[in-house]
C-alpha cells in the first residue's frame, strides 16, 4: 500500500474516532449510531455485546450527558489492512463537570476495527477496556 493511501486511510479512520466522541459528548446519538456499520458492534466491561443500529441507538439514547462531558482519546494509533479496512488503537479519559468543576472518571483504551463502506469509513467492532 502506497504512503499516501495510508495516509488517507489514517485520516479518515482519526476523523471517524473524532466525530464519535463530539456526538457522544454533545449528545447526538443519531450521529453516533451513523458512525458503525449496520452491524456494528460495541463491547464494555462486564456487558453483553451491542450489536447492530437499534441496539446501539437505544445503549447511547441511554448514555446520553446529563451534564456536561468529555471524552479525550489520544495516542491513537492505526493501522491499515488494505484501503477497505483499518484497526485503530486510542487512549480515552473520560471527564464530567459537576459543581467542583472538571473530574476525571474513567480511563481507558479503545481497539477499533473500520470497514469503508460506499465511501465513508465506519466502526465495525469498538473494544473498550479501563485501566484500574
Request: charged residues 20%; glycine residues 10%; proline residues 5%.
Amino acid at each position: 500500500m502506497s504512503e499516501s493511501t495510508q495516509a488517507w486511510v489514517a485520516a479518515g479512520v482519526r476523523a471517524v474516532i473524532g466525530a464519535h466522541t463530539q456526538a457522544q459528548d454533545a449528545g447526538r446519538t443519531d450521529d453516533v449510531v451513523a458512525l458503525y456499520t449496520p452491524d456494528g458492534v460495541l463491547e464494555l466491561p462486564g456487558a453483553d455485546p451491542v450489536q447492530g443500529h437499534d441496539a446501539l441507538r437505544e445503549a447511547f439514547k441511554g448514555w446520553a450527558p446529563t451534564q456536561p462531558q468529555l471524552h479525550m482519546v489520544t495516542n491513537t494509533t492505526v493501522d491499515s489492512a488494505g484501503p477497505d479496512e483499518a484497526t485503530a488503537a486510542s487512549d480515552v479519559a473520560f471527564f464530567q463537570r459537576g459543581e467542583a468543576g472538571w473530574a476525571p472518571l474513567v480511563v481507558g483504551h479503545y481497539v477499533d476495527t473500520f470497514r469503508q463502506v460506499d465511501g465513508a469509513w465506519l466502526i465495525q467492532r469498538r473494544v473498550t477496556t479501563y485501566q484500574t
